[in-house]
T-cell receptor
């Protein structure tokens, strides 16, 4: 099946710095990718929809200036957590759908664990 | 809007016990249904899926049948193993949700020897 990768898998940063997380579709092109956030022992919360060549669509309550999303190519979307604070520590997961596949299956990346100290 | 409801956990079972995790959904369209599994400290893995009514998804001894009349997609396994301990998420996706995956809250399963 299709593969989605994320980099880095883990990152520790200091409060006030910015962190960039990459999401790549390895064997298919994705015009749309999705970014989720997961708190411990909770479900995944959709943060935003990343659209290739246009602005991301953010879910209600998600600060667009804090979580910058760039979808510069059909295989790469990036999430930048700006001026990170300890409350931004979380597990971030991206996903994408292969538009040539016949169903609505999303392929998920392995996730990035962000710890802000 | 679309939504997914799962039975509350955590669920604790003895090895070789029968497992059922209930899942029901609400959707205005005709969704595809999924079960994802998340092992401790890891990302999501697709366990099984079904794309139309009466389809049965199966994988690794797990099964779920797409029941449109009851809007359900219950997960079952005849004999669980310790290695099945994980969190299980029921989910749906369709055009009316703009391809977004709508997740249930997850059900934590612990299997004890």
């Amino acid at each position: 099946g299709a593969v989605v990768s994320q980099h880095p898998s883990r990152v520790i940063c200091k409060s006030g710095t910015s962190v960039k997380i990459e999401c790549r579709s390895l064997d298919f092109q994705a015009t749309t990718m999705f970014w989720y956030r997961q708190f411990p022992k909770q479900s995944l919360m959709l943060m935003a929809t990343s659209n290739e060549g246009s602005k991301a669509t953010y879910e209600q309550g998600v600060e667009k200036d804090k979580f910058l999303i760039n979808h510069a190519s059909l295989t790469l979307s990036t999430l930048t957590v700006t001026s990170a604070h300890p409350e931004d520590s979380s597990f971030y997961i991206c996903s994408a759908r292969d538009p040539l596949a016949g169903d609505y299956e999303q392929y998920f990346g392995p996730g990035t664990r962000l710890t802000v100290t | 809007g679309d939504s997914v409801t799962q039975m509350e956990g955590p669920v604790t079972l003895s090895e070789e016990a029968f497992l059922t995790i209930n899942c029901t959904y609400t959707a205005t369209g005709y969704p595809s249904l999924f079960w994802y599994v998340q092992y401790p400290g890891e990302g999501l893995q697709l366990l099984l899926k079904a794309t139309k009514a009466d389809d049965k998804g199966s994988n690794k001894g797990f099964e779920a049948t797409y029941r449109k009349e009851t809007t359900s997609f219950h997960l079952e396994k005849g004999s669980v193993q310790v290695s099945d301990s994980a969190v299980y998420f029921c989910a749906l996706s369709d055009l009316t949700s703009y391809d977004k995956v709508i997740f249930g809250p997850g059900t934590s399963l612990s299997v004890i020897p």
